[in-house]
């Protein structure tokens, strides 16, 4: 599966800090669609997915995964 990440949240995770992305992390677990899901594995995600943020340079980012 190939999904795009928006222009706007990938300029947002290039500039996050990792405090930040921890915080975004626990606020998203409380969300019905990722309740239950442990804070910690949504923190790594999203330090995965802004580490090409930041390299991306302006270029458009996608999250590709197999199911």
């Given at each position: 599966m190939i999904v795009a990440v928006t222009d706007t949240l990938r300029d947002?995770?290039?500039d996050a800090a990792p405090a930040t992305l921890d915080a975004a992390a626990?606020?998203?677990?409380?969300?019905?669609?990722l309740a239950g899901l442990d804070p910690a594995g949504i923190a790594d995600f999203l330090v995965r997915?802004?580490?090409p943020a930041r390299r991306a340079n302006g270029w458009h980012l996608y999250c590709?995964?197999?199911l």
């Open positions: 947002a995770l290039a626990l606020r998203l677990t409380s969300t019905e669609e997915l802004a580490g590709y995964w197999a």
